[in-house]
């Protein structure tokens, strides 16, 4: 491989949410005892531990060098950037700058989003597994959330339940449904006809939708993204898109998200709507940390880290069917995150989820609860690390926490 992806970087000290924190209090209610001699193993919050690809660094360097930070204007070459991105990852055409805007995140995107579409107290859809920033954001913001639950077929591939989400469109009077593609936290790559029956739907019972497509890089063993808005032209008209490069690219502490509109009506009110508080700009140095990323070496670089995150997650998966009894998971499609079904496993040895949670955390495992997910039985795990890492922490799981 052209890139690094092997060696371990220390992060402590460096800011770092993932480790800083870590054995302090984390979801236990105290400090946790890791066994003596084990180090730290983050598997929690979906950032990486992989170095970002040197043309980010070297973006931010060299506009770093200037010494002036003052106002400035977000440069035609950001929306170039955007635009040919898309068009090379996921076929779009037809994209130009007026459809673009920067979102300080993806949730505050949706926020402004909900806030045109919706009056609080309003039942908002969401798929069941269901990203805990979504939870958070709607109660915050005083939406009802409906939860639709996923439901796996007889290959262990989760799947929309169609009858179940028009259902609640009906029964809780709902016009505006969030929508996760690729799907957060099961790892789930849409198919086209998923897409477009799911968008059949929403457009029946007039429901805008959505799309947090953050993770639309991140596809593994030859799944494609397929952009919502894609699907129809009543999809590309109904359709809030949300897009950053901080996932693919290991972002998340520069803050910048794009959103794309492509309806007239609902991106200037969405676009008045953010501007409100005043607070939703670009940072000088996040637009030239997506430039440095959005270009061949960009594309170079994710095409190997789809190829290592694969890799771990086919271990990861393998270990567990073949080496775990009673723990299950459905294989991502995309994304670096696995969303586990430990119910046989704790009900047969008498555990709750949360024993079993701060076993691995004793473990140095610091795995994440998928109760926030809408999971009772399921914990998280993030696979985006070094490979010797993700082999240390299944040994560790087998040998001190699934040994019973």
């Not at 639950?149 to 262990?156: E, R």
């Not at 520069?254 to 492509?262: A, D, K, P, T």
Request: proline share 3%.
């Amino acid at each position: 491989m052209k890139y690094d992806f092997t060696t371990i970087i220390d992060r402590k000290g460096k800011d770092a949410l993932a480790v800083d924190i870590l054995p302090a209090a984390f979801g236990t209610g105290d400090r946790v005892e890791v066994r003596d001699g084990l180090d730290c193993i983050p598997m929690w919050v979906a950032d990486m531990n992989f170095a970002t690809v040197p043309t980010v660094t070297e973006a931010i360097i060299e506009r770093a060098k200037h010494p002036t930070y003052g106002y400035f204007m977000t440069s035609q070459e950001y929306y170039n950037k955007i635009i040919e991105w898309q068009a090379m990852q996921n076929a779009v055409s037809g994209l130009e700058k007026e459809h673009i805007g920067y979102e300080n995140g993806v949730l505050g995107g949706a926020a402004s989003a909900l806030h045109v579409l919706c009056s609080q107290g309003d039942s908002i859809l969401v798929h069941a597994p269901t990203y805990i920033g979504f939870i958070n954001t709607l109660k915050n913001n005083g939406y009802n959330i409906v939860h639709s639950p996923l439901k796996k077929d007889g290959g262990g591939v989760w799947r929309m339940d169609f009858e179940d989400m028009e259902e609640k469109i009906l029964k809780n009077k709902i016009h505006c449904a969030i929508f996760c593609s690729p799907h957060n936290p099961t790892g789930r790559v849409w198919e086209k006809w998923e897409i477009e029956k799911a968008m059949e739907i929403y457009a029946k019972h007039d429901v805008y939708v959505i799309s947090d497509e953050i993770w639309s890089d991140i596809v593994l063993y030859g799944n494609r993204h397929i952009p919502t808005q894609s699907v129809s032209e009543d999809a590309r008209n109904r359709t809030v898109a949300l897009y950053a490069p901080s996932k693919t690219f290991n972002l998340a502490g520069l803050i910048g998200s794009y959103h794309i509109i492509y309806n007239d009506w609902l991106r200037e009110r969405i676009r008045k709507e953010a501007s409100l508080g005043h607070y939703n700009s670009i940072n000088v140095l996040s637009m030239h940390a997506l430039t440095g990323a959005y270009g061949p070496e960009g594309r170079e670089w994710v095409e190997e880290l789809r190829e290592v995150i694969g890799g771990n997650v086919k271990y990861a998966c393998d270990f567990i069917d073949e080496r775990l009894e009673g723990v299950s998971v459905s294989r991502p499609q995309g994304t670096y995150m696995l969303f586990v079904d430990c119910e046989e496993w704790c009900r047969k040895h008498g555990k709750t989820p949360e024993e079993l949670l701060r076993a691995g955390f004793e473990a140095g495992v610091f795995w994440q609860s998928g109760k926030a997910f809408q999971g009772e039985w399921h914990i998280r795990m993030n696979l985006a690390s070094p490979f010797t890492m993700i082999r240390e922490a299944f040994d560790r799981l087998e040998k001190y926490v699934f040994c019973i």
